[in-house]
């Protein structure tokens, strides 16, 4: 892996966001992290002894399916920036006895490994982090050897709705300056921006394909716990103790009061075969 590589700003905000947001991955509110891992790589042709390179692999969501779908003789490789990310993931494919995977701390976009080196190479809900989206497609692309997929997972639109819009509102009345600041995902939320990003990296055939979501709380108080571990994590660290209070206060009534405990989480599945 490459290191010593500046980072982007882009890169540093989210190393900075979700390296804060991973103390509430575990938690069962925010379950949609390992569900639709899982399900991109439910969606792959992988075989016994492949390998899979997951690019921002988070907590480990599609690293460890990917893991037990390639067996003792596969291999599988996680990256991504977050340190406290990394840590539970490698906790958790040991309480699995997953030897077959191993997580490195590294920016994505720039791995530094040799071209067409794995069966597989996957991105869920990472590729919105990148400055420049094609050429990081075109960056996976390359590592995917012949016969191999890459598998790119975004989020629809209308993402934790109707809460998603409630919580800017309260952000709005807090601190203007600090509405919508950091809402990468927005960028690309259709088959169709999905399948030009593929098009635009140079490749061919790419299968984009929408699939619509819901994610139940048990309760409306739970949303808290999807603000502090995703990407709303980075607006709430940069409001005061007292603006991030009231936030919080003037979120959960609203949301009390509606009952909302179902959230939107579709999702877009893109993948593309290397010849």
């Known amino acids: 892996m490459q290191e010593g590589r500046p980072l982007s700003e882009h890169a540093r905000r989210a190393e900075r966001t979700y390296g804060a947001a991973a103390d509430h991955y575990g938690l069962g509110a925010l379950s949609f992290w390992d569900r639709y891992g899982a ?24 690293a460890i399916p990917a893991a037990r779908a390639v067996g003792p003789a596969g291999r599988v490789i996680g990256v991504d920036l977050a ?15 997953l030897a077959n995977v ?12 040799p071209d067409g080196c794995s069966d597989a190479v996957v991105c869920v809900f990472g590729v919105f982090f990148a400055p420049d989206m094609t050429a990081f497609t075109a960056e996976m692309w ?23 819009t409630c919580f ?43 699939v619509a979501g819901r994610h139940r709380l048990e309760e409306p108080d739970r949303f808290w716990d999807v603000v502090l571990g995703s990407g709303y994590r980075a607006t709430v660290d940069a409001l005061g103790p007292d603006q991030r209070d009231r936030v919080r206060e003037r979120l959960l009534g609203r949301l009390r009061a509606d009952g909302v405990t179902t959230l939107r989480t579709d999702v877009v599945f893109g993948t593309a075969v290397r010849p």
Request: overall charge negative; proline content about 7%; some cysteine.
């Open 142 to 164: 390359r590592l995917v050897g012949p016969g191999g997929v890459l598998a790119i997972t975004t989020w629809g639109p209308g993402l934790f709705e109707p809460a998603n």
């Open 83 to 97: 340190a406290p990310m990394l840590e539970q993931a490698r906790a958790r494919a040991a309480r699995e006895g």
């Open 168 to 210: 800017w509102d309260c952000v709005r009345e807090a601190e203007p300056s600090l509405f919508k600041a950091f809402n990468p995902w927005d960028e690309i939320t259709t088959p169709d921006s999905l399948a030009g990003l593929f098009s635009r990296a140079g490749v061919a055939g790419a299968v984009a394909e929408a």
């Open 102 to 113: 191993e997580f490195r701390r590294a920016d994505a976009t720039a791995t530094g490994l």
């Open 39 to 62: 399900a991109t790589v439910a969606r792959l042709p992988l075989a016994a002894g492949g390998t899979v390179l997951d690019l921002c692999c988070g907590t480990g969501a599609s």
